[in-house]
Protein backbone atom coordinates (compact mmCIF):
# COMPACT_ATOMS: atom_id res chain seq x y z
CA UNK A 1 0.00 0.00 0.00
CA UNK A 2 1.05 3.26 -1.13
CA UNK A 3 -0.17 5.20 2.19
CA UNK A 4 1.25 8.75 0.67
CA UNK A 5 -0.55 8.40 -2.72
CA UNK A 6 -4.07 7.36 -1.19
CA UNK A 7 -4.27 9.93 1.34
CA UNK A 8 -3.76 12.17 -1.16
CA UNK A 9 -6.04 10.64 -3.36
CA UNK A 10 -9.26 10.76 -0.36
CA UNK A 11 -7.94 14.04 0.17
CA UNK A 12 -8.58 14.69 -3.55
CA UNK A 13 -12.01 13.88 -2.95
CA UNK A 14 -12.83 16.22 0.03
CA UNK A 15 -14.47 19.55 -0.50
CA UNK A 16 -13.20 22.59 1.26
CA UNK A 17 -15.26 22.51 5.06
CA UNK A 18 -14.66 18.47 5.05
CA UNK A 19 -11.78 16.87 6.99
CA UNK A 20 -10.21 13.89 6.76
CA UNK A 21 -9.50 11.28 10.25
CA UNK A 22 -7.25 8.77 8.77
CA UNK A 23 -8.68 5.77 10.95
CA UNK A 24 -5.19 3.99 11.63
CA UNK A 25 -6.39 1.30 14.25
CA UNK A 26 -4.89 -2.34 13.58
CA UNK A 27 -2.09 -0.76 11.85
CA UNK A 28 1.19 0.29 13.18
CA UNK A 29 2.96 3.59 14.44
CA UNK A 30 5.20 3.20 11.50
CA UNK A 31 2.00 4.03 8.90
CA UNK A 32 0.95 6.38 10.99
CA UNK A 33 4.27 8.42 10.84
CA UNK A 34 4.42 7.62 7.12
CA UNK A 35 0.82 9.58 6.55
CA UNK A 36 2.13 12.16 9.55
CA UNK A 37 5.20 13.03 6.84
CA UNK A 38 2.88 13.78 4.06
CA UNK A 39 1.05 16.33 6.49
CA UNK A 40 -2.06 14.08 8.03
CA UNK A 41 -2.61 15.30 11.19
CA UNK A 42 -5.59 13.76 12.60
CA UNK A 43 -5.99 9.94 13.15
CA UNK A 44 -8.68 7.78 14.39
CA UNK A 45 -8.21 4.59 16.67
CA UNK A 46 -11.26 2.56 18.03
CA UNK A 47 -9.45 0.88 21.08
CA UNK A 48 -8.02 2.66 24.15
CA UNK A 49 -5.16 0.29 25.08
CA UNK A 50 -3.62 0.59 20.82
CA UNK A 51 -4.56 4.18 21.17
CA UNK A 52 -2.72 4.95 24.68
CA UNK A 53 0.47 3.51 23.00
CA UNK A 54 0.34 4.76 19.59
CA UNK A 55 0.21 8.06 21.37
CA UNK A 56 3.14 7.82 23.73
CA UNK A 57 5.33 7.10 20.62
CA UNK A 58 4.28 9.29 18.07
CA UNK A 59 4.54 13.24 17.39
CA UNK A 60 2.70 15.36 20.25
CA UNK A 61 0.96 17.43 17.57
CA UNK A 62 -1.39 14.43 16.17
CA UNK A 63 -4.70 15.16 16.83
CA UNK A 64 -6.45 11.57 18.11
CA UNK A 65 -10.03 10.82 17.64
CA UNK A 66 -12.00 7.77 19.57
CA UNK A 67 -14.48 6.83 17.02
CA UNK A 68 -15.16 2.94 18.40
CA UNK A 69 -17.16 2.38 21.45
CA UNK A 70 -15.84 3.42 24.43
CA UNK A 71 -16.49 2.03 27.82
CA UNK A 72 -16.44 4.30 30.65
CA UNK A 73 -14.04 2.68 32.61
CA UNK A 74 -11.87 3.27 29.95
CA UNK A 75 -12.30 7.33 29.74
CA UNK A 76 -9.58 8.28 32.01
CA UNK A 77 -7.04 6.94 30.10
CA UNK A 78 -7.52 8.74 27.25
CA UNK A 79 -8.89 12.06 28.55
CA UNK A 80 -5.84 13.55 29.27
CA UNK A 81 -4.63 14.04 25.81
CA UNK A 82 -7.82 12.61 22.92
CA UNK A 83 -9.03 15.66 20.68
CA UNK A 84 -12.47 14.31 20.04
CA UNK A 85 -14.88 11.63 20.63
CA UNK A 86 -17.22 10.23 18.43
CA UNK A 87 -19.30 7.86 19.51
CA UNK A 88 -20.76 8.86 22.65
CA UNK A 89 -24.04 7.05 22.65
CA UNK A 90 -25.33 7.47 26.35
CA UNK A 91 -25.53 10.23 29.27
CA UNK A 92 -23.79 8.33 31.88
CA UNK A 93 -20.63 8.10 28.77
CA UNK A 94 -21.05 12.05 28.41
CA UNK A 95 -21.14 12.76 32.39
CA UNK A 96 -18.17 10.53 33.04
CA UNK A 97 -16.39 12.20 29.90
CA UNK A 98 -17.15 15.20 31.89
CA UNK A 99 -15.85 14.29 34.92
CA UNK A 100 -12.05 12.92 33.64
CA UNK A 101 -11.82 16.07 31.40
CA UNK A 102 -12.19 18.36 34.61
CA UNK A 103 -9.72 16.25 36.06
CA UNK A 104 -7.38 16.65 33.26
CA UNK A 105 -8.21 20.57 33.24
CA UNK A 106 -9.53 19.91 29.91
CA UNK A 107 -12.83 20.60 27.52
CA UNK A 108 -13.43 17.70 25.11
CA UNK A 109 -15.38 18.01 22.20
CA UNK A 110 -17.60 14.61 21.61
CA UNK A 111 -20.30 13.68 19.53
CA UNK A 112 -23.58 12.25 19.77
CA UNK A 113 -23.57 8.84 17.90
CA UNK A 114 -26.60 8.57 15.89
CA UNK A 115 -28.06 4.74 14.91
CA UNK A 116 -29.07 5.36 11.18
CA UNK A 117 -28.43 1.89 10.04
CA UNK A 118 -31.09 -1.22 8.98
CA UNK A 119 -28.92 -3.28 11.20
CA UNK A 120 -30.00 -4.41 14.77
CA UNK A 121 -26.11 -4.61 15.57
CA UNK A 122 -25.17 -1.54 16.09
CA UNK A 123 -24.53 1.41 18.78
CA UNK A 124 -26.01 4.69 19.03
CA UNK A 125 -29.27 6.54 19.88
CA UNK A 126 -32.30 6.64 17.69
CA UNK A 127 -33.40 10.02 16.88
CA UNK A 128 -36.11 9.92 19.47
CA UNK A 129 -33.81 8.84 22.09
CA UNK A 130 -31.57 11.42 21.45
CA UNK A 131 -34.05 14.19 21.26
CA UNK A 132 -35.07 13.02 25.14
CA UNK A 133 -31.74 12.73 26.17
CA UNK A 134 -31.18 16.30 25.09
CA UNK A 135 -34.60 17.41 27.00
CA UNK A 136 -33.91 15.60 29.79
CA UNK A 137 -30.37 15.04 31.08
CA UNK A 138 -28.96 18.00 32.74
CA UNK A 139 -26.09 18.44 29.65
CA UNK A 140 -25.78 21.88 29.90
CA UNK A 141 -24.61 22.26 33.23
CA UNK A 142 -21.43 19.59 32.00
CA UNK A 143 -18.63 22.32 32.16
CA UNK A 144 -16.01 20.00 30.51
CA UNK A 145 -17.72 18.48 27.85
CA UNK A 146 -18.43 20.30 24.16
CA UNK A 147 -21.29 18.67 21.79
CA UNK A 148 -19.89 19.24 18.36
CA UNK A 149 -21.95 17.24 16.42
CA UNK A 150 -23.37 13.96 15.43
CA UNK A 151 -21.69 10.45 14.04
CA UNK A 152 -23.29 7.78 12.56
CA UNK A 153 -22.67 4.73 10.18
CA UNK A 154 -24.74 3.32 7.30
CA UNK A 155 -25.60 -0.30 6.90
CA UNK A 156 -22.69 -2.13 5.17
CA UNK A 157 -24.99 -2.69 1.31
CA UNK A 158 -24.17 -2.47 -1.89
CA UNK A 159 -27.43 -0.23 -2.08
CA UNK A 160 -26.07 3.47 -3.06
CA UNK A 161 -29.65 4.61 -2.76
CA UNK A 162 -29.92 3.49 0.63
CA UNK A 163 -26.58 4.19 2.04
CA UNK A 164 -27.49 7.64 0.49
CA UNK A 165 -30.97 8.29 1.97
CA UNK A 166 -29.47 7.16 5.49
CA UNK A 167 -26.16 10.05 5.19
CA UNK A 168 -29.26 12.69 4.44
CA UNK A 169 -31.17 11.44 7.23
CA UNK A 170 -28.46 12.35 9.41
CA UNK A 171 -27.80 15.76 7.85
CA UNK A 172 -31.11 16.25 8.58
CA UNK A 173 -31.47 15.42 12.40
CA UNK A 174 -27.80 17.32 12.67
CA UNK A 175 -29.62 20.51 11.36
CA UNK A 176 -32.99 19.96 13.38
CA UNK A 177 -31.42 19.81 16.57
CA UNK A 178 -29.11 23.14 15.90
CA UNK A 179 -32.47 24.49 15.48
CA UNK A 180 -34.02 23.14 18.71
CA UNK A 181 -30.83 22.70 21.32
CA UNK A 182 -27.90 24.48 20.04
CA UNK A 183 -29.16 27.78 18.41
CA UNK A 184 -26.72 29.96 18.23
CA UNK A 185 -24.17 27.22 19.70
CA UNK A 186 -20.81 27.63 17.30
CA UNK A 187 -19.30 24.49 18.73
CA UNK A 188 -22.23 22.45 17.15
CA UNK A 189 -21.32 22.04 13.22
CA UNK A 190 -20.23 18.48 12.79
CA UNK A 191 -21.17 15.88 11.09
CA UNK A 192 -19.02 12.85 11.14
CA UNK A 193 -19.74 10.01 8.42
CA UNK A 194 -18.60 8.41 5.76
CA UNK A 195 -16.39 5.52 5.11
CA UNK A 196 -13.63 3.75 3.02
CA UNK A 197 -16.75 2.54 0.96
CA UNK A 198 -19.02 5.00 1.18
CA UNK A 199 -17.50 8.65 2.23
CA UNK A 200 -17.86 10.16 -1.58
CA UNK A 201 -21.60 9.51 -0.59
CA UNK A 202 -21.67 10.90 2.63
CA UNK A 203 -19.78 14.28 1.49
CA UNK A 204 -22.22 14.68 -1.18
CA UNK A 205 -24.71 14.49 1.47
CA UNK A 206 -23.14 17.00 3.53
CA UNK A 207 -20.64 15.13 6.08
CA UNK A 208 -18.13 17.33 7.38
CA UNK A 209 -15.47 14.89 8.89
CA UNK A 210 -15.01 11.51 7.09
CA UNK A 211 -13.46 8.79 9.26
CA UNK A 212 -11.40 6.18 6.02
CA UNK A 213 -9.04 3.20 7.06
CA UNK A 214 -8.49 0.75 4.85
CA UNK A 215 -8.77 3.01 1.98
CA UNK A 216 -5.61 4.92 3.16
CA UNK A 217 -3.40 2.00 5.16
CA UNK A 218 -4.93 -1.35 3.25
CA UNK A 219 -6.72 -4.07 4.91
CA UNK A 220 -6.55 -4.53 8.89
CA UNK A 221 -5.10 -7.56 9.89
CA UNK A 222 -7.17 -8.85 13.01
C1 LIG B 1 -12.92 1.19 11.37
C2 LIG B 1 -13.84 2.35 11.36
C3 LIG B 1 -13.84 3.25 10.29
C4 LIG B 1 -12.96 3.11 9.06
O1 LIG B 1 -13.41 2.05 8.28
P1 LIG B 1 -12.76 1.74 6.82
O2 LIG B 1 -13.77 0.91 6.16
O3 LIG B 1 -11.47 1.04 7.06
O4 LIG B 1 -12.56 3.06 6.16
C5 LIG B 1 -14.68 4.34 10.37
N1 LIG B 1 -15.50 4.52 11.43
C6 LIG B 1 -15.54 3.68 12.46
C7 LIG B 1 -16.45 3.95 13.58
C8 LIG B 1 -14.72 2.56 12.45
O5 LIG B 1 -14.77 1.71 13.50
Redesign the pocket.
Known amino acids: MDIQKQLKEVLSDLPDGVRLVA?S?FHPAEAIQTAYEAGQRIF?E?REQELSAKQAQLPADIEWHF??HLQTNKVKYIAPYIAMI??VDTYKLLAEIDRQAAKAGRIIPCLLEIHIAQEANKYGFTFEACREMLRCEPWQSLQHVRIAGVMG?ATNTDDEAQIRQEFASLRAFADELKESFFAGNADFREVSMG???DYRLAVAEGSTLV?????IFGE?IY
Open positions: VKGSIGHAMMSHRVGSKR
